[in-house]
Structure formats: C-alpha cells, structure tokens
C-alpha cells in the first residue's frame, strides 16, 4: 500500500508530540511537512529535530507539497472549524483532535464540508486502540460478567494549560466565554473539555446513548485558572446502565512550558480506570498500567514510568486503511456528536444545579 | 461475628486502661443500615457504633487533613464494593466518612441506581464534592474492596497504592490449593476478624468518651434519613437536598 502523504497543522495541541513518533515510524505514512500555529509552536518543533520542513503558512506548506493528501489537526478546539473547511476545500483527509466543536451550528457545518468534500474526517479518540480496552471490550462481548449495571471510569490527568496555553483560555478551549454557573467566577472550557474519552467508551461499551447526566464543580486545585479543573459527572445511558466519570484535572504539574521529565507532581500523571459492574461479575481495570517506577532525575520524586502507548499505532492504522479503502472511521463527524451533546449537557447540569436530559 | 469473645476483649480492654464505663456489645437488627453489632451501656442506653471512625487508616487519612499535610481540600473519591452487605448499609458508611473526613456537612446529593449498584454525587456544605461508587453486586466469595482518596490542592491523601487497583495485604501465602492474605493491624486484639477488631474499637471508644454515645445516635439517625433520601432522589429527578448550599 502506498503511504498517505500527511502533514501536521497548527501544533499547539497538547498531543502534537505523541504524533512525532507515530508520524516518522509508521511505515504506512509519509510524513512530509508541518505548519505552526506561530513562531512559538515553531520554536518547540523544532527542539525535537523531527527533519520536516515546518512552515508558517498553510499556503505555503499546501504550495511546497501539492501531494499532501492528510493533515493531523493538532490545534486549538477554536481553530478546528476553519481548518476542516480549508482541508475540505482542497480534498484533503483530516485526523481531527477529540473535541471538533462544542458549537452545534459549527459541527453541523463540519459535517456538511466533510461530507460534500468526500474526505475521511476521523476523530481522534485513541482510547479505541489501547490494549486494555480492547480485552474489556471482548470480554464484555463474551458475556463474562452478564448484562451491564454500571460503570465507572476516571479519566484525570494534570493539567496540561501552562505547556497548552489555548486549553484554559474559555474562547479557545470551549469556544465562547460562559460562566460555568451564578454567582461562580469561572467558565466552561477546562478539564471536561479535554477528557471526552470516557464519554465516548461508554457508549461503545453498553451499544446505548446517553439519557441523563448530574454533573458538580469542586473548588478548583487551580484557582489562577479561569476554567474548571475539578468536576464529577453522573447519569444514565438509555439501556439503564448508570455511570459516574471522574474526568478532571486532579493531578497536579511542575508549570513546564515545554512538558517532559519532572512534568508530573503525583506519581501517577494520567489515569484511565474503568470499573464495569455485571448481573454475574465485575471487572475493574487500569488501562496504563502496571508500569515500571523510579525516583530518579530531575525531581527525585517516586514516578510512574508508563510501558505502553500503543493508541497511536492502532488509530493512524485505521485512519490510513480508511483514506486508501474509502472506509468510514469508527470515531466520525457523525457518530461523535452524541459525546459532545453529553459534554454540553454536563455543563448545562453545572449551571441549572440539576440532571440535564441529554439531547 | 463472634460477640461472646468480643464482650471479653472489650472488658480486657476496660481493665488495662482502668476505663470506667462499661457496656457490651450486641447484634444490631436485622436491616440495620449501620454496624453489625452496638453497644449497650450499663444503664441500658443503646448506642449505635460508627466502627470506620477509629479504623487507622480512617484515623491517619483525618489526620493529613488535620494537620494540614493536605491543603485545600477540593474533592473526595470514595468507593465501595461488598458480595453480602446491601447497597443501603455500604452508603451509609459511605456517606458518614464524606462528612467525617471531609469535614463539613452534606448538603445535596444525587444518585443513579440499576440493581444492586449506586453512583452518588454529594456536596458538602464548604463547597467539597464527593463522589461514591457502590456495589453490592459482587459475586459471592470475593473479597470486599473499598477506596477513599482526598484529593486536595496541596496533596492528595488514598488509601490504597499508586496504580493498583485492589486492595494490598500484609501477607500473601502461596500453598499447593490456595493462596491466602492475611493483614493485621491491631497486635492487642490480635486473632479477629478485622471488622471484629473495628467493633471491639468503637465499642471501647465510646466506653472512653461517653459524650460520643449522643453524638453517635444523632448522627446515626441523619445518616439512615440522609441514606434513604439519596437513593430515592433518581425518581424524585433531583437531588436530594439536606440544607442550603454554600
């Protein structure tokens, strides 16, 4: 199969450096060019000495390469309607970042370009293509536990806003400035905005959509942030099943600019933990873990060392099998916006201090 | 649970330390949503026993908050999940440990039920939020597991390790048909049953500050009301409110 020629645009995403690796290994892609946000974005590329020319124009990035046919969107959640656009318009596939729009007008106008333009749009929801999900998956599927009753997943993480700056600006992050409720001074845009994966798992986990969700901000471990960084969800899916998600920044961070070594304060930085509950059984697990542990360099603090991201491989499989058999990606436009619906209905729970029924 | 035993233990503690009062402990009802045994006091006032309240790792979790290990307490993530104790009496304890080590009152929560299983959400009166993942859905013979874990803006406070998922033990034996865990924390009561071990404590806790014995009831009537409220308030479409928010 001949690798799709890709490029990456904007790199101000908080998951621009996990695709480096995957961009240059993959055997299935040829990674030939990138387009900063700004000189900052190009700054920090190029510490990483990745040997692609990297632009400051997509025109002039799309002018260089006519042979583009694939961009990672790896922007700001603000940027990505006018990106899909720019993309549809010259025919090119995208890999969109986990959230395209909190905005339903926009995502209807994504969908439409996506659509009129023929391209694959996937949704990066990598989650799909961990290991461990993919063995809770199957034995779910085998019945080992019996009909669902309820899950609990935490999705937390540090927070990643001093390396992301975009990921607590309101505008850039949730698209519009609004107050997460009366009276609180802080607005929608923060953590539940970067955490969409355990939303999307359940829904491919139970084949159900969501009913209802009850959702509550605590004080944020943050309070120089003008967005939420600690919150709970709670609800049922259609099936019955109920849920609760903790999808919060609650790991605390060294304030890096660029993150690496010593980003982490708690050992454990990012944590995917699923517990599912059956008629006949209960399966609890860790989907990045165990791992290996030091407590050496640069902070001498007992870390977690992770021993696996296999996501990556498995999500650009999907997406190059897509652009070159013409396949529709699990993770579309389409079947992603319920997820969304959800996330907006939490905020709408936030606000009205009651469960919002999910549209 | 071996009360007769338990009675004894608790006077050999009443002896050494020269404690007074006296009682004996004795099965609660059945359908009790609290602990499985109370303690009835020499002049025949039954008082219900909170047994977690003087469990150590209770004891220390209260304590980094305290003495301000932690700062800024944020939120509280506590789980528990039981093969033979019903959803009522796990959320009970649940619900009585938000507010013992949270430190303030609950004043709204909402729970989502589907059989033997119950995700809560509750909010403290300081603006703290507090998650509670029940189930009583276990298969029979599994060990009972819980979590709680104090998140804070300084620190965050769990009982249970760094990326592992169960419950650890002091002692693992490895023998030809099984494998056994053994994990003991109280050398003068050695040989019972951990949640022998918290009864005897609670009991003998309430011998050595009587004042607890009204302290304990209250609190055990508003946690029976509080329990029932929280799990209905899925059918009722909102949450259950106990006083006014913040």
Not at chain 1, 41 to 64: H, T, W
Not at chain 1, 85 to 97: D, F, N, P, Q, Y
Not at chain 1, 227 to 255: A, C, H, I, Q, Y
Request: proline fraction near 5%.
């Amino acid at each position: 199969m001949k690798p799709v020629k890709i490029a990456m645009m904007s790199l101000t995403h908080g998951h621009t450096r996990k695709y480096y690796q995957t961009l240059r290994e993959n055997p299935k892609l040829d990674w030939v060019a990138s387009c900063a946000e700004d000189q900052t974005a190009k700054d920090v590329y190029d510490l990483y000495n990745n040997g692609v020319p990297c632009y400051l124009s997509v025109e002039e990035m799309f002018e260089k390469h006519p042979d583009i046919e694939a961009v990672v969107l790896a922007s700001a959640n603000s940027r990505h309607l006018e990106q899909v656009k720019e993309c549809a318009r010259r025919g090119v596939h995208i890999l969109s970042m986990k959230i395209p729009t909190f905005d339903p007008k926009e995502y209807d106008e994504m969908i439409e370009a996506v659509e009129k333009a023929g391209i694959v749009c996937q949704v990066e929801l990598e989650m799909h293509y961990n290991p461990v999900v993919k063995r809770l998956q199957k034995l779910l599927a085998e019945g080992k536990i019996g009909k669902i009753l309820s899950i609990q997943a935490t999705n937390i993480t540090l927070s990643p806003v001093w390396a992301f700056p975009w990921q607590g600006v309101p505008e850039a992050s949730y698209g519009k400035r609004v107050p997460l409720k009366n009276a609180d001074p802080r607005f929608r845009g923060g953590a539940l905005c970067d955490h969409p994966h355990i939303f999307d798992l359940i829904r491919w986990l139970t084949n159900s959509d969501f009913d209802f969700v009850y959702s509550t901000v605590a004080p944020n471990l943050r309070p120089d942030i003008p967005v939420e960084d600690m919150l709970l969800v709670n609800g049922k899916m259609k099936d019955g099943t109920s849920f609760l998600f903790d999808p919060s920044w609650s790991r605390m961070e060294e304030r890096l600019k660029v993150p690496g070594p010593g980003w982490e304060v708690f050992p454990k930085r990012m944590e995917v933990n699923i517990t599912v509950t059956g008629e006949k059984g209960t399966i609890v697990c860790d989907c990045f873990g165990p791992n290996v542990y030091h407590n050496g360099a640069p902070n001498d603090r007992y870390t977690v060392q992770y021993t696996y991201f296999d996501e990556w491989i498995g999500l650009i499989d999907e997406f190059v099998d897509c652009i070159r058999n013409h396949k529709q990606p699990k993770i579309n436009l389409r079947w992603h916006r319920q997820t969304i619906d959800c996330m907006n209905a939490c905020y709408s729970s936030i606000a009205s201090g009651m469960p919002a029924r999910v549209q | 649970m071996k009360i007769k035993e338990m009675n004894e233990a608790l006077q050999w503690l009443r002896s050494k330390y020269a404690v007074k009062a006296d009682g004996t402990l004795e099965a609660a009802a059945d359908g009790s949503f609290g602990a499985d045994a109370e303690l009835k006091l020499e002049n025949g006032t039954g008082v219900k026993l909170l047994p977690w309240r003087p469990e150590r790792r209770f004891v220390e979790l209260k304590k980094l908050v305290d003495s301000k290990t932690l700062e800024n307490v944020s939120t509280l993530r506590f789980a528990a999940m039981s093969h033979d104790k019903p959803l009522e009496k796990l959320l009970y304890r649940e619900l009585d440990l938000c507010e013992f080590l949270g430190e303030s009152p609950i004043v709204s929560a909402f729970a989502v039920s589907n059989g033997s299983t119950a995700n809560v959400l509750a909010k403290l009166k300081d603006d703290k939020s507090c998650s509670i993942e029940c189930s009583a859905a276990l298969p029979a013979g599994t060990m009972e597991m819980d979590r709680h874990e104090i998140i804070a803006r300084r620190g965050i406070a769990c009982d249970r390790t760094v990326d592992t998922q169960v419950p650890q033990s002091s002692i693992y034996q490895f023998t030809e048909n099984e494998e056994k865990r053994y994990t003991d924390t109280d050398t003068e009561l050695f040989g019972f049953e951990n949640e022998e071990v918290l009864l005897i404590r609670a009991a003998f806790e309430v011998l050595q500050h009587p004042e607890l014995a009204a302290l304990w009831n209250q609190t055990d009537a508003r946690l029976v009301k509080m329990t029932k409220a929280v799990l209905e308030s899925e059918k009722n479409g909102k949450p259950a409110v106990f006083a006014e928010e913040k």
